[in-house]
């Protein structure tokens, strides 16, 4: 009996100790001792009985089972543990690990037997199309990253693994395009995600906030889709995708404003109504931000720029009112976020039809009462349904456009304009992994401009954008030299 | 901090600087904004000798003329020039906003041109010139718009206005801008602009190109849009015009700050921020207490000086140029 096989044995009970669902299935073939450890579930037993116990008994029976047993192990996916530190980390993450007696060095064989049973691909909720690919990313890595596979048959299309969180040891792939990506941006994306120090990622979104260009930025500078239509389009673009295994989402970088305007089915379409389309959600991007703010800054500092129809008509609607103009704005735009975070937060059943009730019969009643007028309810409501449009930004728009309001609200116009100046000024000088953030407009690369507000056609975008590839790349051929 | 421009952001800074100078200085006949072309063109052509090689700012572009210490000393003249130009823009800026905002105190105003320093400091001409580049967004639906408001033409054929020759272009904004500009093949373009940019078959007939096709557009655009009135207050020509002045107002702070951030030598920035303080003082005591008439001639004392100051760097820079060519022919008789 070797003493080490006692040991190797004694140091993974210790190890692993009141762990209920941790197996450890020992097997004797002659003299020889075999000793399994899993964890129950997370390690698919239907893996271990096919590809590491039928194998050996059969080899044992066989008379051909000769030792070590990686010969034996039918898995295409094995490798040697040097140390306990590797073997326990191969068990916590799903693998089986084999040990046997006369392994002299290491601590056995690695086997991967990880239980890949979840969630199959269906299409995303978020970001609905009627034309194109209905298949959204799953939880697992490993299959987000073989659906970006499925879309790019190319040895290009590179893949870095890496391991996060201190506690949950998350596995971060980080995916990009070899001669389109910039390798620099590839590098710092990289540095940036082996630089966290956190006990667990649970979810994209943790990664997405410590790679994030600046601490706490307003609007994001790193981008997410479910699709792997967008992401695979985004990686032809030289952007590099982010996989955490345990989200749907993948992440995207570097992450530009003009992103926000464009969806997927849009090249599906006819450029000119694509081009109208975007010049539509851009106006509604627009009202989304500054309508309210102007109304603000109109009625209750600058009256005498309004023609007078328009003062009596709001004036009319407002006469019993107990509140002024902009503490009313500011009271709906705050009751609306309310109904609609009530709406997102309960059961998907009841949650439209409370939308509904909030919106429709409070608003209405309370114009009745005469607690809120007509015109700032239309004004707030087309404001806060323009804000859907842009889903990326519609979080930060919210914010953003209740900081417009109070400036607007306390300094008219001047305020309106300077804040305005000051957040357009501020997002000019912001830059998403190096690359700036208003690209292709500011600075203005006459590539990227063909899929911007104006849509050329698919056939017309013969060069990917500039500013993101950092060098010239002809769809077509590659690199230009 | 040394950042460089693109060609196009130089083509949006030289149209956003000339445009918001005809309206903040309020231009009302054509031959005043045909007048301001002409001296833009004649500062474009003259700073063209020095676009033909690589200049980082103000003081590399004056000391390629006057190299020395008679350079530096001339700098800090252009700074003067440029102060004068801050201080009447934020007079004027700060009486456009004022009639729209009654009750806003000065200070408020004043917060403005610091925004502009800070933003001038911490990024250089790269934040401005992108910001620059947004112009179009304001002035594409504006253009929309504004013809259908009344028609009510505020330039006139009659009028020649003597006051209105000069008041809102000045040499050191034409010559600083060209000077920030890189093109494909300079010292240090990145990667991604070499291939935004192509390269020039001569950088400074591509430059002056650039400028001129601006100041034109520029010229041209405030014709149009002086054409047509609003009675609701122009709010959207507000914006745009606002957006003009920061522009403006951000050249000219960001000149007074990288031309002391890049000064050689303590002693010369110490000198130059000197300079550039003592000048607002005086130029902000002159225009609040000084008698109508003398500030007049201040003022064209000044203008005068925007003139004659290249036109010194550019006689300076000739008979250096023929003193060493009769040096290189001495030498060569000599050796014979």
Known sequence: MSSRYDTVKREFSEAFRDMSDFSFRELVFGEHRIFIAYISNFSSKLYINKYVIEPISHAYENGTANFPLESVITNVKIEGLADFTAASRAVLSGNAVVFYDGYESGYGISVFTKNEEGRSTSEPETENVIRGPHEGFTESGENNAMLLRRRLHTASLKRRDMTVGAVSQTSVSVMYLEGVADPSTVEEVCRRILAIKTDAVLDSGYVEIFIQDGKTPLYPTVGNSERPDKVAAKLLEGRIAVIVDGSPVVLTVPFLFCEALQVTEDYSKSPWYATFIRIIRFAAFLTALYLPALFVALFVRHRDLMPAYLITLVEEARHSLPFSLFWEVLIIFLLFEVVREVGLRMPKAVGSAVGLVGSLILGDSAIEAGIASAPVLIVVALAAVCNFIVPPYMNSNILYRFLMIVVSGVFGLYGFFAAAMLSLLHMCMKTSVGVPYFSPFAPMDFAGLKDFLFMAPIWAMKRVPVSIARKEVIRTKGEKR | ?336
């Open chain 2, 1 to 336: 901090m040394r950042t460089h421009i693109t060609p196009v952001q130089l083509f949006f800074l030289v149209f956003a600087y000339l445009l918001s100078g005809f309206f903040l200085f309020n231009i009302h006949s054509y031959y005043a904004v045909a007048a301001q072309f002409a001296v833009f063109s004649v500062f474009a052509v003259m700073a063209s000798g020095a676009l033909s090689r690589r200049s980082t700012g103000l003081s590399d572009f004056v000391s390629f003329y006057v190299p020395g210490a008679a350079g530096t000393v001339l700098t800090g003249a252009f700074l003067v020039l440029s102060v004068f130009q801050t201080v009447r823009t934020t007079v004027f800026y700060g009486e456009s906003i004022a009639r729209y905002c009654t009750f806003l105190p000065w200070w408020m105003i004043f917060s403005v041109l610091l925004l502009c320093a800070f933003l001038a400091v911490k990024r250089g001409m790269t934040a401005v010139g992108r910001f620059s580049e947004l112009l179009p967004f304001l002035l594409v639906p504006l253009l929309f718009v504004r013809p259908f408001g009344d028609f009510a033409p505020t330039l006139s054929l009659s009028d020649f206005p003597v006051s209105g020759v000069l008041s809102c272009v000045s040499c050191v904004p034409v010559f600083f801008l060209a000077s920030k500009t890189l093109v494909s093949g300079d010292e240090g373009v990145s990667d991604a602009m070499q291939s935004a940019n192509p390269p020039p078959v001569r950088r400074a007939a591509f430059l002056l190109q650039v400028m001129l096709a601006a100041a034109a557009s520029a010229s041209l655009l405030y014709g149009f849009l002086t054409m047509f009135t609003f009675r609701a207050g122009d709010v959207f020509l507000s914006l745009f015009l606002w957006m003009l002045h920061i522009i403006r107002l951000s050249i000219l702070v960001g000149i007074a700050v990288d031309s002391v951030s890049q000064a050689s030598g303590t002693g010369v920035r110490t000198a130059y921020t000197a300079v550039l303080a003592v000048s607002v003082f005086a130029v902000l005591a002159a225009s609040q207490s000084m008698d109508p008439v003398l500030r007049g001639r201040l003022g064209t004392a000044v203008l005068a000086a925007d003139l004659l100051l290249p036109a010194a760097c550019g006689v300076v820079f000739a008979v250096r140029r023929r003193g060493s060519r009769r040096g290189e022919k001495q030498k060569k008789k000599s050796s014979a």
